[in-house]
């Protein structure tokens, strides 16, 4: 496990204005109540299939996904819930998808590892590991041809470090100049073996090797991933790629109903001391921040949460028919089967 | 009498007994050793073989596989883990120009003894990149053996028939099938590209494999109840199919209904009926029948993935429109 804020690079404390940390924490408790909400009802039997949540990650979501313009695009990975959120998806259309339900935002065709809303640059959740850095290349390839001014984000665990397409991908936007992030969510984890199992190199090493500069943030800290986020989506936008990596805290298993077994006690009963919420709270008391302001925050996710998932239960199933369009384009041609 | 088992506990005593009886073989993929396997299939192995031969990989697919590829060009039968069939997309360079090639490009020098276990298929709502039946596009390529093991007896000896053979073998397990009971025979023949008759019957045969086994036993009872008795052949192998078994029943029911849950377009089924047509056209009274899954991806939701599985409802009905 990283121990976070010792490994980290020094960032200057409290240049964030406080208005703008009010913002960032109202997206982290918006990502931690929906989360804890999905949990309890998985548990529930509400929500078919399988689903990975980043409760203790949400700092990294909240602050990178915050400095993005409304030109930039991302792509993430199975962990994805938090970045989605964070980008402002609707959250009814959010909870329908997750329950599978005809309203949602993919239609229910996808579920939990695929969420995706084009019209915000959002290419998508993946159920494969790795997927998202290929097509964040694109993206930035996109934006770079098509002189949009925009970045893209890749989102990739720990765990992706192993699959060739980093490598690759690094190459590439390293050769092409591409306005790229490559934003690292390490946790420490990947399924149920430790990072050190698993990658024998440093990213940092691994960005140096191909002249793509590095940074390492504590990503439970949010104000600490809001800046270094600024920094690295604005360098890449003229200046090529940037690696950004987060070390975080992965709350719950690998995924809902994970007993964590190969995980030591004492590590899961410390996880909440590094909780980003806490400390962002903590910060903005600090601040001059009213404890009544952050328990109205608190209120308010509740309640916005409270009418998505009402309207996510009224909604009717998907239809099959109807998911039988969607497989080509309309166009003049018919596909055979 | 031995106590059942589930497949998926069938599956690691076939790991563990082939790794007891040579010492070439080995495990690798992603979590099979410290935890046992995502889905358990694993569990025990690294205790009892240790850390050299049963290894936990990195997420690196395409690499693991390709390593295997060496590995078995080296004196070693690795049995690799692809932890959900939809992943096997990135190791396919190695299984198709590496794998399958490696024995005829180099003429006939060697030959590449490993197996790719993997599970396929739906009915848990897994989604469009975690439930796909892919067995088709391996049974294309020429240097592979592809089987597709329905019961627990099965899940332990065709797997033992799998590392056994000197040829890549691709061995699809039904992750639905996993929690599965039933008993296993140590001593069962090993044999490679044959059938099992499921049932007998006169009227009709339906030929099918993997999960769809019990669609069509479930088929097969309400035919039964209607005075139809349908014959059921469990294929076992995709590549090589036992072509002796399925024109033997077709020259006994004289109509055919194929069913598999992979997409039906291009699929097992097409090959088998269109071999149907051209080698026992004489046998057949009626146009031979596919049941499979519709064009389209699979999807999550529970109305969505209900609607695309094969069920017994599409095979009662083929079968009955082959006796019409
Ligand atoms: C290509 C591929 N291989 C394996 C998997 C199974 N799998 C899903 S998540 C995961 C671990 C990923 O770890 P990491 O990248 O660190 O992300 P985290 O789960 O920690 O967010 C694995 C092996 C997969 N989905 N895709
Ligand atoms: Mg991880």
Redesign the interface.
């Known amino acids: 496990m990283p121990s976070s804020a010792a490994q980290a690079d020094p960032i200057p404390a409290n240049s964030i204005p406080t208005d703008r940390r009010l913002a960032l924490h109202r997206t982290m408790q918006t990502i931690r109540a929906t989360e804890t909400t999905l949990s309890r009802l998985f548990a529930d039997g509400e929500i078919?299939?399988?689903i990975h949540l980043s409760v203790g990650q949400e700092a990294v979501a909240a602050g990178v996904v915050g400095a993005l313009g409304p030109q930039d695009s991302f792509a993430t990975t199975h962990r994805g819930h938090g970045h989605v959120l964070a980008r402002g998806v609707r959250l009814d259309l959010f909870f329908k998808e997750i329950m599978?339900?005809?309203g949602?935002i993919c239609g229910?065709?996808?579920?939990?590892?695929?969420v995706a809303d084009l019209s915000l640059g959002v290419l998508g959740a993946?159920?494969?590991?790795?997927a998202g850095l290929p097509l964040a290349t694109g993206s930035a390839l996109a934006h770079q041809t098509r002189r949009t001014g925009g970045v893209a984000v890749a989102f990739f665990g720990d765990?992706?470090m192993?699959?060739?397409a980093l490598h690759e991908c690094l190459n590439m936007a390293a050769l092409w100049t591409l306005p790229m992030v490559f934003v690292c969510e390490n946790n420490g984890w990947?399924?149920?073996?430790p990072t050190s199992?698993?990658?024998a190199a440093t990213l940092d090493k691994l960005g140096a090797a191909f002249g793509v500069p590095h940074r390492r943030v504590d990503g439970n800290d949010v104000a600490a991933v809001a800046e270094a986020a600024a920094e690295v989506v604005e360098a890449a936008r003229g200046g090529g790629p940037r690696i950004l990596e987060c070390l975080t805290t992965r709350w719950h298993g690998h995924f809902e109903g994970d007993p964590q077994r190969?995980r030591n006690a004492d590590e899961i009963a410390g996880l909440p001391q590094n909780d980003p919420l806490r400390r962002s709270a903590e910060a903005l008391l600090a601040a001059g921040v009213e404890e009544s302001a952050l328990a109205a925050l608190v209120d308010s996710v509740d309640a916005e949460i409270r009418d998505a998932l009402e309207a996510a239960r009224a909604d009717a199933?998907?239809?099959?028919d109807a998911?039988?369009r969607d497989?080509y384009t309309p166009t003049t041609l018919t596909?055979?089967? | 009498m031995p106590k059942p088992l589930r497949y998926v506990n069938a599956v690691a005593q076939a790991l563990n007994d082939a790794m007891a009886a040579d010492p070439a073989v080995m495990l690798m993929g992603e979590d099979v050793a410290a935890a046992g396997g995502p889905f358990k299939a694993t569990r025990g192995l690294l205790d009892a073989h240790g850390p050299e031969r049963v290894r936990d990989t990195p997420i690196s697919e395409a690499s693991l596989v390709g390593a295997a590829v060496g590995a078995a060009l080296t004196g070693m039968k690795p049995v690799v883990e692809i932890m959900f069939m939809d992943f096997v997309t990135l190791a396919m360079d190695a299984v198709v120009n590496q794998a399958a090639k490696a024995r005829f490009m180099f003429g006939g020098q060697c030959s590449v003894p490993m197996v790719l276990r993997t599970p396929h298929g739906g009915g848990l709502n897994a989604g469009p990149q975690h439930s796909q039946c892919l067995e088709a596009w391996f049974a294309h390529i020429p240097g592979l053996r592809v089987v597709c093991p329905a019961t627990v007896a099965d899940a332990y000896s065709l797997l033992r028939a799998a590392i056994e053979a000197p040829d890549p073998v691709v061995v699809v397990e039904n992750k639905a099938l996993y929690a599965l009971q039933g008993d296993i025979d140590v001593n069962a023949p090993r044999e490679v590209g044959k059938a099992r008759i499921d049932r007998a019957g006169r009227d009709a045969t339906i030929v099918t494999y993997g999960a769809t086994l019990y669609a069509a036993r479930a088929a097969a009872d309400r035919l039964a109840a209607e005075g139809i008795e349908a014959e059921i052949i469990d294929l076992r192998w995709i590549q090589p199919w036992d072509e002796e078994a399925v024109f033997a029943s077709v020259a006994k029911t004289h109509r055919v209904v194929i069913a598999h849950e992979a997409v039906q377009a291009f699929g097992v089924g097409a090959e088998i009926a269109a071999r149907i047509a051209s080698d026992a056209f004489d046998d057949l009274d009626a146009p031979v029948l596919r049941v499979g899954a519709p064009f389209m991806p699979i999807a999550f939701a529970k109305t969505l993935e209900a609607a695309y599985l094969p069920d017994a409802d599409r095979i009662v009905a083929a079968v009955k429109s082959t006796l019409a």
């Open positions: 078919p299939g399988f599978g339900r005809a949602g229910g065709r996808g579920g939990s590892m695929h993946n159920g494969i590991v790795g765990g992706a192993a699959e060739g990947s399924e149920f073996s199992t698993q990658f190969y199933l998907p239809d099959a998911a039988f497989v596909a055979g089967a």
